[in-house]
T-cell receptor, first 116, second 111 residues
Framework: NAGVMQNPRHLVRRRGQEARLRCSPMKGHSHVYWYRQLPEEGLKFMVYLQKENIIDESGMPKERFSAEFPKEGPSILRIQQVVRGDSAAYFC??????????????FGPGTRLLVL | SQQGEEDPQALSIQEGENATMNCSYKTSINNLQWYRQNSGRGLVHLILIRSNEREKHSGRLRVTLDTSKKSSSLLITASRAADTASYFCATDGGGAQKLVFGQGTRLTINP
């Protein structure tokens, strides 16, 4: 059973370009979460999605950031017109269908975005 | 505001010693989880403890939870060089589906 997969693992963009980060959850998991980690800091929640639905986007910046989890295919985190402050590690996590309370989230290896 | 806060921020011990890390949080929770992150890598789930549990063991790991003090501790016994990593606690904030992480404890095991 493959774990959470993210690609690319490293992404370099120039200011103003778009970054697209992909996440394939573990088999059987229908819930996806995106987190951002700045150097020497903990992870900060960005967005929680189920198939074709955004459940909680309270951690997403209001502009330039969007996320989707289509019926088919991976979840995508899209950052438009990147700026240097977007440089960070972006982690995706997945969990099985929830049964009332928080279940364990399993993390992918992350995508390290560098904006030049 | 930061929900979970670990202390110490950094810990350096000799191989074979025990390492204890603490985590404090602010709101009520349903459960608390500990994760390990090796430098430049993703997070590995270590253990989940529910709010009605006080202690949990997994191999060389021992986690305690004191909901009255809103704190948890992670003990790693008989440490090994391979335990060198950052350790994070994460809470669910009392029902939200997002995890709230602390800043982490950077643990270094010296051979």
């Amino acid at each position: 059973n493959a774990g959470v997969m993210q690609n690319p693992r490293h992404l370099v963009r120039r200011r103003g370009q778009e970054a697209r980060l992909r996440c394939s959850p573990m088999k059987g998991h229908s819930h996806v979460y995106w987190y951002r980690q700045l150097p020497e800091e903990g992870l900060k929640f960005m967005v929680y999605l189920q198939k074709e639905n955004i459940i909680d986007e309270s951690g997403m910046p209001k502009e330039r950031f969007s996320a989707e989890f289509p019926k088919e295919g991976p979840s995508i985190l899209r950052i438009q017109q990147v700026v240097r402050g977007d440089s960070a590690a972006y982690f995706c996590a997945s969990s099985p269908p929830l049964q009332g309370v928080q279940e364990t989230q399993y993390f992918g290896p992350g995508t390290r975005l560098l904006v030049l | 505001s930061q929900q979970g806060e670990e202390d110490p921020q950094a810990l350096s011990i000799q191989e074979g010693e025990n390492a204890t890390m603490n985590c404090s949080y602010k709101t009520s929770i349903n459960n608390l989880q500990w994760y390990r992150q090796n430098s430049g890598r993703g997070l590995v789930h270590l253990i989940l403890i529910r709010s009605n549990e006080r202690e949990k063991h997994s191999g060389r790991l021992r986690v305690t939870l004191d909901t009255s003090k809103k704190s948890s501790s992670l003990l790693i016994t008989a440490s090994r060089a391979a335990d060198t990593a950052s350790y994070f606690c994460a809470t669910d904030g009392g029902g939200a589906q997002k995890l709230v992480f602390g800043q982490g404890t950077r643990l270094t095991i010296n051979p």
